[in-house]
T-cell receptor, first 114, second 116 residues
Framework: ETGVTQTPRHLVMGMTNKKSLKCEQH?????MYWYKQSAKKPLELMFV???????ENNSVPSRFSPECPNSSHLFLHLHTLQPEDSALYLC?????????????FGSGTQLSVL | DAKTTQPNSMESNEEEPVHLPCNHS???????IHWYRQLPSQGPEYVIH???SNVNNRMASLAIAEDRKSSTLILHRATLRDAAVYYC?????????????????FGKGTLLTVNP
């Protein structure tokens, strides 16, 4: 148990569906992240939120829309996805301004787009 | 971003030590060296990090070369549960408007297989 919980663990959706991924951290951290891990590819950073403000958007298509309503919750809203968006989506959190900063990851949501 | 180079895969036997190498010849003076590992069907987990001196914790040891252009993660007695992908990462610090945060750029890592 890392203190970062992601739901759902698995999601299958059609290209016309709208769905949301949820992440919750119980660690009191002030930064949250979305990473994408495609098969046989390195983890790719998608978004970074620091103190609920988006500070990084790594050229992610607009069909992915993040939301951070408070420091404990992070969402990734999905709409009109493509089959190549099928991947493991990982959420992470950290405490900024710390020399010992570590990322704590959730177990991820395995997404399949049909 | 400073980059790291790791072997694609390594193999070890259970209860034997494992030395996982990482080259980072373009490391800057303020880059920390982080190691994470990813077990099957899980997100990555932090293992250890260091700046200049060797570091030890309950999971592993980190040996850093004097010129900091390479490092080695040492698992003193490998177990079957240590089979994972191990990532060596140089920490890149970015500054957000509301505070500091650190983004980590993951490479392909080293797939460690542990034989019984």
């Amino acid at each position: 148990e890392t203190g970062v919980t992601q739901t759902p663990r698995h999601l299958v959706m059609g290209m016309t569906n709208k769905k949301s991924l949820k992440c919750e951290q119980h660690l009191g951290h002030n930064a949250m992240y979305w990473y994408k891990q495609s098969a046989k590819k390195p983890l790719e950073l998608m978004f970074v939120y620091s103190l609920e403000e988006r500070v990084e958007n790594n050229s992610v298509p607009s069909r992915f829309s993040p939301e951070c309503p408070n420091s404990s919750h992070l969402f990734l809203h999905l709409h009109t996805l493509q089959p190549e968006d099928s991947a493991l989506y990982l959420c992470a959190s950290s405490q900024g301004d710390s020399r010992n900063e570590k990322l704590f990851f959730g177990s991820g949501t395995q997404l399949s787009v049909l | 971003d400073a980059k790291t180079t790791q072997p694609n895969s390594m193999e070890s036997n259970e209860e034997e030590p494992v030395h996982l190498p990482c080259n980072h010849s373009t490391i800057s003076g303020t880059d920390y060296i982080h190691w994470y590992r990813q077990l099957p069907s899980q997100g990555p987990e932090y293992v250890i990090h260091g700046l200049t001196s060797n570091v030890n914790n309950r999971m592993a040891s980190l040996a850093i070369a004097e010129d900091r252009k390479s490092s080695t993660l040492i698992l003193h007695r490998a177990t079957l549960r240590d089979a994972a992908v191990y990532y060596c990462i140089l920490r890149d610090r970015t500054l957000g408007s509301g505070g500091s945060n650190y983004k980590l750029t993951f490479g392909k890592g080293t797939l460690l297989t542990v034989n019984p």
